[in-house]
């Protein structure tokens, strides 16, 4: 039978969660406009494969087969890593796409394998990773903006702007949430740079790499030039109704300017004449390599690892937890969509939101998150600043003889305490929280987080009862989940 059918074959049973994974996804219909991107994108790659000659359908070179048989098997060993320790949800889906250009680099010439990797991550834009990477990495993009805004603003006299100030302008402003980051901006010009790339014919070098860095400088360097302009006009030039109109235009502006040099860019420095002296392909040993041989034993052994590591490790539901909080004047309440991203993943144990009211009819809102993993917990006091939330002071104090972290925001008006549970132990910093995973990654921690509105108004006898009644009940509930 022919090696690469048989590897082809191997290769979609050891990859088959990651294809479950996408098959998944765009059967869903919040998804459908990824799904309908992917078809796109999938029927012009073959498309573009299809019009290529005969002889083009096989490697070039020894060197191109030796690099793409590498890569599978390191694709191979990190989906395996993945699989059986770590179980990040979207890196399946991912490595499908990554072992899919490995795979072709085995079959195909190499100027068509070098195009082939522009579709490639052009089909990893199709997932839905732009949630993910906001989730992530949205704020300390903003703080890198806020910050660079800052100085400019110092630098030419304004020193009462500071880092704050300017995330609270913005917010006010604009009303800044997650999507309007500045990341959503760079992951749309991103998918449009790659389709640039495509449509002029590019191929993958150092030349397409220096291009696509410095149009994503220029991505990064408008979204400080649209905040530097909009903190000017709305704070010191104190004209808060031309900041909220002007936002959003030189927004646009930034963007299509951003686009118009990558067009130009693209045309001048990466698109070529096709060479009419084309050398003749070299052709290489017929059937498979010592290092494909290896390959296919090491493909055959990590797929047994995987299924039979599945079938003997049970999987864990979530299960449905009652809290013991009777004594409070509380009701469950459902998560918001926004919240779900972070309190209702498939690694939590246990998740429950409460909201009440003080006898002050002061509104305060319970959250307790149970999970062994320290991605689900998040940092609170990032999550808070992110949605706009200004942290004014932040100490540690002590109720019922263990600490917790107390926030206070927006001038002192609301507070957040919050604090890590599992079983008698309590930690507070979240970097902690991350080296007890890697100590046990089974033992299950709590997140347990209460917020006030109006604080003021609430008495400290009143807050402690809250929080140790809190505490208390998943104190209760704790021992149960820990293995």
């Known amino acids: 039978m022919n090696y690469k059918v048989v590897l082809l074959f191997l290769s979609i049973i050891f990859f088959f969660q990651g294809f479950a994974d996408i098959a998944q996804t765009f059967s869903s219909p919040f998804f459908r406009i990824n799904a309908i991107a992917f078809i796109v994108v999938t029927g012009v790659f073959l498309v573009d494969l299809l019009k290529q000659r005969t002889d083009l359908f096989k490697p070039s070179s020894q060197k191109q087969l030796s690099i793409a048989v590498i890569g599978l098997l390191g694709t191979l060993i990190v989906y395996t890593i993945n ?31 070098k ?41 030419i006299g304004h020193p009462s702007i500071t880092q704050s100030s300017v995330i609270v302008t913005e917010n006010a402003a604009a009303v800044v949430d997650l999507p309007c980051s500045g990341i959503k901006s760079i992951y749309i010009g991103i998918v449009i740079m ?42 010191i030039l ?68 995987i299924y039979t590591t599945a079938s003997i490790t049970p999987h864990a539901e979530k299960q449905e937890i009652h809290l013991s909080l009777e004594t409070l004047s509380v009701t469950e309440a459902s998560f918001q969509e926004s919240e779900s991203l972070y309190f209702q993943s498939p690694e939590i144990a246990f ?44 100490q540690v104090l002590s109720y019922d003889q263990h600490p917790v972290k ?38 299950i921690w709590t997140l347990i987080q209460v917020g006030f509105s109006d604080s003021d108004r609430v008495s400290e006898g009143e807050r402690n009862k809250i929080l140790s009644t809190v505490d208390m009940a998943v104190t209760k509930l704790d021992s149960s989940y820990q293995q």
């Open 238 to 305: 104190e004209m808060p109704e031309m900041g909220n109109r002007i936002h959003v235009t030189l927004g646009i502006i930034g963007f299509a300017a951003s686009i118009v040099s990558l067009y130009w860019l693209t045309k001048r420095f990466l698109t070529e004449k096709k060479n009419e002296n084309e050398k003749p392909l070299v052709s290489i040993t017929p059937g498979p390599t010592r290092l494909q041989q290896v390959l296919f034993v090491s493909m055959l052994l990590l797929t047994i690892v």
């Open 406 to 443: 107390q926030l206070s925001l927006n001038q002192g008006m609301d507070q957040v305490y919050y604090w890590y549970r599992s079983g008698d132990e309590v930690i507070l910093d979240y970097s902690e929280r991350v080296w007890e995973e890697v100590q046990d990654s089974k033992k």
């Open 194 to 235: 790659l389709t640039i790339f495509l449509l002029q014919r590019v191929s993958l070098s150092l030349k397409t790499m220096v291009v696509g860095l410095f149009y994503l400088f220029l991505l990064y360097l408008f979204n400080v030039w649209r905040v530097f302009n909009l903190v000017y006009i709305h704070t």
């Open 83 to 113: 699989q059986l320790w770590f179980q990040f949800s979207i890196v399946p889906s991912l490595l499908v796409f990554v072992g899919l250009y490995f795979l072709l680099g085995q079959m195909i010439e190499a100027s068509l394998w």
């Open 351 to 394: 998740s429950k939101k409460f909201t009440g009211q003080t006898a002050h009819q002061t509104p305060y809102t319970v959250i307790v998150v149970g999970s062994s993993s320290a991605r689900v917990h998040h940092d609170p006091e990032t999550c808070l600043q992110s949605i706009g939330h200004t942290i004014v002071d932040s």
């Open 115 to 155: 195009r082939s990797g522009l579709f490639i991550l052009l089909l990893i834009m199709t997932l839905p990773l732009l949630e993910r990477v906001q989730k992530f990495w949205s704020f300390p993009l903003r703080q890198s903006i806020a910050t660079l805004v800052t100085q400019l603003l110092n630098w």
